[in-house]
């Protein structure tokens, strides 16, 4: 039994099957709503654990610190988006200039982390929408990208999480996403393949359109 500070943490584990799909069915810590605060400690205090069953002298000034600083980094940055609090707020704009052609934001950077391994996931995403009549804030758009990709993530899912966040914030089906990353999962164990990139796309609305297709093909070469 696991206990913190001589107390038993009871860890209710998030329902269901694809709870990564739905972050809001949140684990929930001593039967409460689990604050950041009370998930950095319990992290921490597992984290500790995990160093030790790895024969590592926990009081080595070094290691000390080590199951803290990844507990903080956890919650706070690398798996930030599995915190509804913290989606990005959108904002819309009206399409004043009436600009109805492809918009395309490319090179957004993806560091997210596999779901498989706990190892990093590095790439860009590129992502296109024709505007219903309303625009986004353009750093909204990488702020979006970002808040999936602090999720423990497969690249499909990942894709198709972006996809469906910008169809509902823009009100269109018009919208294409793709992502290129290398997996470190691939490239440092395993098959230790690091030239290989994996690549996934959504397109949908009008972007299932064979010559619109290939013209945001053609933006993105
Ligand atoms: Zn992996």
Known sequence: MITLNGNIIP???ANGKDAAHNPEKLLKLNGAEATDESKIKAISHYFRQ?????GLDMEDDSLKGTPDRVAKMYVQEIFRGMNPANKPA???FENKYHYNKMLVVKDITVYSCCEHHFLPIMGKAHVAYFSSGKVIGLSKVNRLV????QRPQVQERLTEQI???LQKALHTEDVAVI???THLCVAARGIRDIASTTRTSHYS???QNNAIKKELLSWLK
Do not use: P
Request: aromatic share 12%.
């Open 11 to 13: 860890v209710k584990e």
């Open 205 to 207: 609305g009008k972007f």
């Open 146 to 149: 970002q808040y999936y990709c």
């Open 179 to 181: 992502i290129e990353a």
């Open 50 to 54: 995990i160093m030790l069953m790895l």
């Open 90 to 92: 959108v904002t819309l």
């Open 163 to 165: 996809a469906q966040a």
